[in-house]
T-cell receptor, first 116, second 119 residues
Framework: AQSVSQHNHHVILSEAASLELGCNYSYGGTVNLFWYVQYPGQHLQLLLKYFSGDPLVKGIKGFEAEFIKSKFSFNLRKPSVQWSDTAEYFCAVNAGGTGGYNKLIFGAGTRLAVHP | GAVVSQHPSRVICKSGTSVKIECRSLDFQATTMFWYRQFPKQSLMLMATSNEGSKATYEQGVEKDKFLINHASLTLSTLTVTSAHPEDSSFYIC???????????????FGPGTRLTVL
């Protein structure tokens, strides 16, 4: 069965620090990969997504992620975090490619707290 | 961007009653909608996949008769929690997926969620 692992459950950083959140998935075929963010009291928002092509994906708010197929990883990065990045981050995988009724498998989430 | 709304945002009901939650895609048509449940400090767990005009597909362990799903149009899906009990209290979130033939839009857009409290 497909699964998604997020290594860090809680991360605490100071402003301007660099961020990297790990995400690994288990599925041998074609995947679409996503990072979603949930700010306190708000709904899930799409940060970035990978379908195909350049494995380095740029998202909103300065976030990027790199798909490394050989490592089954899709880590999220940001060079310099801000207090407003405090949120919960979810990695998700849609296995089987586009079309059909493929479902998203979510990781457990990483709660990021950024201190001023 | 694509917007998904849910109504109500919060509902409190007595044990044994039924509660209906609506999920609407506001500016796009969604052939597929998904219903999730999120427990405190946990990830989203998919409950069912709702396809317009056909029966929903439920995940293992989710009671079909307990959680009734209807997807009557391309912009509306409803989840009815029947005979709710305190253990059904949770945060229910829907998402909508654009018609896939528009391109590689295998992205789900999420609603704001509905917090259900069963007394």
């Amino acid at each position: 069965a497909q699964s998604v692992s997020q290594h860090n459950h809680h991360v605490i950083l100071s402003e301007a620090a660099s961020l990297e959140l790990g995400c690994n998935y288990s599925y041998g075929g074609t995947v679409n990969l996503f990072w979603y963010v949930q700010y306190p009291g708000q709904h899930l928002q799409l940060l970035l997504k990978y379908f195909s092509g350049d494995p380095l994906v740029k998202g909103i708010k300065g976030f990027e992620a790199e798909f490394i197929k050989s490592k089954f990883s899709f880590n999220l990065r940001k060079p310099s975090v801000q207090w407003s990045d405090t949120a919960e981050y979810f990695c998700a995988v849609n296995a089987g490619g586009t079309g059909g009724y493929n479902k998203l498998i979510f990781g457990a989430g990483t709660r990021l707290a950024v201190h001023p | 961007g694509a917007v998904v709304s849910q109504h109500p945002s919060r509902v409190i009901c007595k044990s044994g009653t039924s509660v209906k939650i609506e999920c609407r895609s506001l500016d796009f048509q969604a052939t597929t909608m998904f219903w999730y449940r999120q427990f405190p400090k946990q990830s989203l767990m998919l409950m069912a996949t709702s396809n317009e005009g056909s029966k929903a597909t439920y995940e293992q362990g989710v009671e079909k008769d307990k959680f009734l799903i209807n997807h009557a149009s391309l912009t509306l899906s409803t989840l009815t929690v029947t005979s709710a009990h305190p253990e059904d209290s949770s945060f229910y979130i829907c998402s909508a997926r654009e018609q896939w033939w528009r391109g590689p839009t295998d992205t789900q857009y999420f609603g704001p969620g509905t917090r259900l409290t069963v007394l």
